[in-house]
């Protein structure tokens, strides 16, 4: 569970990383695409699934925006992400296996977007963030 050291550190890297919030989001979704092919199969309506795409440049930063929300509402993550919950595992379907990759792609781009203000401290502290992202997605499958 995340801790308040752990939400002062999340929030305190969010500050500076949100101005890129779009781009992290597109590299990180397009990243997944590429590095785990088979999550390429939710997104099957798409024409082109190229990282540089119109698709994976707007969905990108549909994702972030949501990371974003549910960032400011890190007390209450259940509640937060619970439509979000919903739609992923009624309507999209989605396997909440895949949920981790998208969250290593993402830590992989920040640490590459901001290498200095990615220390060790931001990186648990946003695993941690992420792990419990994915665990509030994965409450309506049960
Ligand atoms: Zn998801 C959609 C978020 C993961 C798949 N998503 C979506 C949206 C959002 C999100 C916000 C939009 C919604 C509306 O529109 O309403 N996701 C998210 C997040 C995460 C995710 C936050 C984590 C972290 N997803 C994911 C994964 C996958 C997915 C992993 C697979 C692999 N999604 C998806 C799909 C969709 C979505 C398929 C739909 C798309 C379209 O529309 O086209």
């Known amino acids: ?8 550190v999340i929030s ?9 919030a779009a ?16 999550t390429k199969t939710y997104f099957d309506h ?3 699934k190229s990282p540089s795409s119109h698709n994976v440049r707007k969905h990108g930063k549909k994702i ?11 007390g209450d993550l259940n509640n937060a992400l619970l ?6 595992a009624f309507t999209l379907r989605v396997d ?16 590459n977007y901001f ?11 946003m695993d941690k963030f992420l792990a419990a992202v994915a665990r509030a997605l994965s409450e309506r499958y049960r």
């Not at 305190?12 to 890129?20: C, L, Q, T, V, Y």
């Not at 439509?83 to 992923?88: P, R, T, V, Y």
């Not at 200095?116 to 502290?125: C, G, I, K, N, Y």
């Open 1 to 8: 569970l995340l801790n308040d050291d752990d939400k002062a």
């Open 12 to 20: 305190g890297f969010w500050g500076k990383a949100s101005s890129r």
């Open 23 to 38: 781009e992290i989001g597109a590299d990180a979704l397009g990243r997944m695409l590429v590095v785990y092919p088979q």
């Open 46 to 48: 798409w024409k082109d």
């Open 64 to 74: 972030m925006d949501a990371i974003g929300d549910a960032i400011t509402l890190m």
């Open 83 to 88: 439509e979000l919950s919903q739609l992923h």
């Open 96 to 111: 909440p296996s895949n949920f981790k990759m998208l969250s290593h792609n993402i830590l992989v781009v920040m640490a």
């Open 115 to 125: 290498p200095d203000d990615f220390t060790p401290d931001v990186h648990l502290a």
